[in-house]
């Protein structure tokens, strides 16, 4: 059995935080249809950190980086590059590390899940 590889999601957070979560976590089921194991840091640490309080997001972009590190991929998703991703875009350049970038367009397909392929039990229409 072949391992998967494991791509950080990288996408816009601030601003419309609702939609961004949205589209954050259409990417990771795009990154799942490709065969991928997604990590989306700004799906998790908002949890626990505050994104309006500058040392809390600092906090959660060195944590990032650090995951990032970990990571095969970085894909930048979306059709906006933000100042957060902009830095682990970088980092991933320093590192090394191969980046792709994913577009809304590219995205919009996989918005409904269907048993049958890619992980076991499931499957993204349009991906």
């Keep these: 059995m072949t391992e998967r590889k494991l791509v950080y999601i990288a996408s816009p957070y601030a601003g419309d935080v609702k939609e961004n979560i949205l589209a954050a976590q259409n990417a990771c089921r795009y990154a ?39 990571c095969d991929e970085l894909w930048l998703c979306g059709d906006r590059i933000s100042a957060g991703m902009q830095r682990e875009l970088y980092a991933a350049v320093q590192l090394g590390i191969p980046v792709q970038r994913i577009s809304s367009q590219e995205l919009a397909g996989c918005l409904v899940m269907e048993p049958g392929q890619g992980f076991p039990g499931m499957r993204m229409r349009g991906c």
Aim: no cysteine; charged share 20%.
């Design 32 to 70: 799942m249809a490709q065969g991928a194991v997604p990590i989306a840091v700004h799906l998790m640490y908002p949890q626990f950190l505050d994104d309006g309080s500058p040392g809390d997001r600092e906090v959660g972009l060195q944590m990032g980086i650090r995951v990032l590190k970990a």
